[in-house]
């Protein structure tokens, strides 16, 4: 769930004229009903969509970029339901696939190394994930220029590695850059945007500097609700994290609902055992424990401990 990488969307929609037209309108069918699903939260359905798409692609000849484009859309789920190895296969495999058909200096084998260096980064292996990114970057800014929204989207995982990593300074002036790209090409209000705000908070937070970071949070809060909508996953993201900020500011009968309304959302959409469940569970212990809630906050940090001991979690 940490978004860090494109979204599915951008590497599903490329062209599909090498295809036969019937061929072509099935794929791209399935990719565009993927896509929906994707942002619906229907995690399962759209991976379900997405592999019928690679069949689709699989079928004729001479069509690299619809098949590697459907291998990175099943990664990029895979991913964001933590099934790392199967996001690697799938990634990689896209990746292999584009550099065959297009040499390694195009603008989709960059955005396809930026996907896989995005997977590694969520894993905490920034060792692999480092020489992805920049790779990314430098082939992006070559082939689109240095003000595109994809140069944005790799400056911004390498940012987040770099910010994982508590190297700050390194990570602040890549989520400016890539959030001044973004304003500039794609708008205020656009989700990319609410991406680059978040992790300029997380700069701040880190920096234990809440009141900084709060009207980041605020305004990226709002941007995914505008999004989404209130019950999607990427909403809930915005909840989690705007509750952390407020807790980090003392604004704690502020938390408490966003946390709440999260963990709503996270349970309906992606079921009470999704890895993300954790975090926002740690919010609301944390809630818990700064208002005096102590059944409750005893409760919660019961679950965290169930969950993170259970088969499958960390």
Known sequence: MNRIKALLATCLLVAAAVLPVHAADDWQSLTTQAETLYRQGHFDQALAVTQSALKEAEKHKNNAEQISASLNGIGQI??????????????????????????????????????????????????????????????????????????????????????NNKQFDQAEPLFQRALAINEKALGRDHPEVAQNLEHLGFVALNRNQAKDAVPLFERANSIRERAYGGGHPEAAIGYNNLARAYLAADRNDEAGPLAKRALEVVESTMGPSHPYVVSVLKNLAVYYQKTGKEPEFKATVERIKAMTTAPGQS
């Open 78 to 163: 895979y991913q964001d339901q933590e099934n790392y190895a199967e996001a690697e296969t799938y990634l990689k495999r896209a990746l292999a696939v584009r550099e065959k058909a297009l040499g390694p200096n195009h603008v989709n084998v960059a955005m396809s190394a930026n996907n896989l260096g995005a997977l590694y980064q969520q894993q905490g292996d920034y060792a692999r994930a480092e020489p992805l990114f920049k790779r990314a970057i430098a082939v992006l800014e070559k082939a689109q220029g240095a003000e595109h929204p994809a140069v944005a989207q790799a400056l911004n995982n390498l940012g987040a590695m770099y910010l």
